[in-house]
Nanobody
Framework: QVQLVESGGGLVQPGESLRLSCVAS????????MAWYRQAPGKERELVAS???????NYAEFVEGRFTISRITGGNTVDLQLNSLTSEDTAVYYC??????????????WGQGTQVTVSS
């Protein structure tokens, strides 16, 4: 199995920044992609940003250049830098990893989530 541990959430004021980090461990043969999702109260979980092992990056429209997803090539850690936060960014942020655990078997794995609260 693959385990994901997120860190870095917290309470900040509008306009401030946070950096989220997610570490994947366990029986990982190779990682296909790493991503961050978020879920606000009463809303569905939505993609924030993703990065494939090949380096392709995708951001949700609402990011508007404020967030940056990063991963050291070949590493099992994915970070999400959150800048210019607004109250609309308040949500639980989840790390997601698509990985092969054997040369044939792959799955989608989720972290437990980390709370980001933006409030004055």
């Amino acid at each position: 199995q693959v385990q994901l541990v997120e860190s870095g959430g917290g309470l900040v004021q509008p306009g401030e920044s946070l950096r989220l980090s997610c570490v994947a461990s366990g029986y990982i043969f190779s990682i296909v992609a790493m991503a961050w999702y978020r879920q606000a109260p009463g809303k569905e979980r939505e993609l924030v940003a993703s990065r494939t092992s090949g380096g392709s990056v995708n951001y949700a429209e609402f990011v508007e250049g404020r967030f940056t997803i990063s991963r050291i090539t070949g590493g099992n850690t994915v970070d999400l830098q959150l800048n210019s936060l607004t109250s609309e960014d308040t949500a639980v942020y989840y790390c997601n990893v698509r990985a092969y655990t054997t040369p044939r078997d792959w799955g989608d794995y989720w972290g437990q989530g980390t709370q980001v609260t933006v409030s004055s």
